[in-house]
């Protein structure tokens, strides 16, 4: 039985659905290419993706049939950039089911939509005393902005303890919130170790305290369904280049009587609707956000990317990335003195580990020779290391593109790199 996802984002059983993988493949020019003359198996999607030959074609015809500046222009390139730059942003609502394109901003990335909640949300909302929630299995992104806020604001950062499995310790979670309780930042999958938070119970409690919550979910979107309807979410941030994108453009969601209530992060061009030298009026949602020229050509090439996942159908890349765990963790699992680092029960394509005695960087470099790319270190995510007492970790994470092929690959150079460092 293969395993799809429900609207809110957890694997649930379902009937086996075709899914092509070689076809898929032939999608993606540079999985043709060789490295150190070997094929390249790339396993570092977690830190960005691969582009299908669509997402490609959508830049250059943009950059070769209507590159213009957006908004205001009354010639023709201009409003055809407009529309087109308005029509992924109308994608971007449908593949988060928000109720409004005005509750979806273009970011430069995740990093970028959580700084924008911090310094307008949090600037506003959180004061002396009061407390932000976060998990120990963070990225950074969703560290770091909230210790500034809360060095500014005399505020308590609060963090939720994992089990040996990466699991969020839901019990000690709850323990954490009281009345000076305002924000819960959350990962909705773990880029460290792949754990699926359960993010619907973790939504529900906060708002039994009347806090807000806010989920990164740059690891989710390229391989769950996402409904922030029916999560009930206030925001949700992700980045296009780990979903097929390009780099440098994301979304943030937010509701809309939040968006409304918040300052602007920037001030400049097109976030106005007229300004004097005595007093500026901002523009309407979601331009209020989005100062300056936009990056179009990203918003254009991250629609080309999330109409292909849909076309595809999140389901069966699910489907297939979760057969692909499954085998992935078994082969690993077989081989003599490699550990796993995070096994929570509900995970995502990603695995994390560790092999005695051979620093994590060495695992790369050998595994780089045989033309497997996977990612070293600590993964942007200090403070988990720390609690699993490993300085970093080998990250192999998986796309819809990748095959059983590539497991086994990585198997092979895996029992090469204990040979030699034996």
Known sequence: MMTATNAIGWPHAAEPIEFD????????????????????????????????????????????????????GVHALSEQATESYER????????????????????????????????????????????IIISAMEHHSNIVPWQLLCEEKRARLRVAPINDDGELLLDEFEKLFGPRTKLVALGHISNALGTINPVSQVIELAH?????????????????????????????VFSGHKVYG????????????????????QGGGDMISSVTFEKTLYNRLPHKFEAGTPHVSGAIGLAAALEYVQAIGIDRIAAHEQELLSYATEQLRAIPGLRLIGTAREKAGVVSFVIDGVHPHDI???????????RTGHHCAQPLMQRFGVPATARASLALYNTADDIEKLVTALRKVREVFA
Not at 364 to 374: F, H, N, R, Y
């Open 21 to 72: 993988v070689y076809r898929r493949r032939a999608d993606f020019p540079i999985l043709s290419r060789k490295v150190h003359g070997k094929p390249l198996v790339y396993l570092d999607n977690a830190a960005t993706a691969q582009k299908p030959q669509a997402v490609i074609d959508a830049l250059v015809a943009y950059y070769t049939t209507e590159n213009a500046n957006i908004h205001r």
């Open 88 to 131: 992924s942003r109308a994608v971007a609502q449908h593949t988060l089911n928000a109720a409004d394109t005005a509750e979806t901003v273009f970011v430069r990335g995740t990093t970028e939509g959580i700084n924008l909640v911090a310094q307008t949300w949090g600037r506003a909302n959180i004061g002396r005393g009061d407390e």
């Open 208 to 236: 039994r305290f009347h806090a807000r919550v806010l989920l990164d979910g740059a690891q989710a979107v390229p391989h769950l369904k996402v409904d922030v309807q029916a999560l009930d979410v206030d925001f949700y």
């Open 246 to 265: 390009p780099t440098g453009i994301g979304v943030l969601y937010g509701k809309r009587q939040l968006l409304e209530a918040m300052p602007p992060y």
């Open 364 to 374: 790369g470099t050998v595994l780089d020779q045989e033309g497997i790319a996977i």
